[in-house]
């Protein structure tokens, strides 16, 4: 039988796979802190394990294998391609981050070019009626993009940018 990691090699070996942010962390190691250590010990009381995590945590971070500024740069570029800037803020928010204003105005200057290569990925053409043009709105709200970037995508370019 394979020993068991300690919470800081399943810490590390968890942030090996992707970023994470702290409360998501937190979150998985609190599952493995709870276990028994072995087999027919009692399980491990929460406020110990939430020491332990916090400890691990707090480790991770002085050694910089935990960066929060890291978790932001990471779920911005795998999202920014497919969503809008409303759902990549209610998803960091989620994760207990903030965009910082220089990531946020970054986003904002793109938004509209992003929507538009939604729109052209799923559409590729312009609505022929009210009805879908109501329906491809929707898509792109629902993707999170703001009102002007979707009112952009559907006149077929991005105003500002060409001039």
Wanted: no cysteine; aromatic share 4%.
């Amino acid at each position: 039988m394979k020993p068991r990691l300690s919470l800081k090699g399943r810490g590390l070996q968890i942030l090996a796979q992707r970023e994470h942010s702290r409360s998501e962390l937190r979150r998985k190691l609190m599952t493995h802190a709870r276990k028994p250590a072995g087999e027919g010990e009692a399980p491990v009381d929460e406020d110990t394990a939430a020491e332990q995590v916090e400890g691990v945590l707090e480790w991770l971070q002085a050694n910089r294998y935990l960066s929060e500024e890291r978790f932001v740069e990471s779920r911005i570029h795998v999202r920014a391609a497919r969503y809008g800037n409303l759902r990549i803020k209610q998803e960091l928010a989620q994760h207990g981050v903030a965009l910082s204003a220089e990531a946020a105005q970054q986003l904002k200057g793109s938004e509209a070019t992003r929507a538009r290569e939604v729109w052209a990925r799923k559409f590729g053409q312009p609505p022929q009626d009210a009805a879908e043009r109501a329906r491809q709105m929707r898509f792109l709200a629902a993707r999170g993009f703001s009102g002007e970037a979707i009112r952009r995508a559907l006149q077929g370019g991005v105003d500002d940018e060409s001039a």
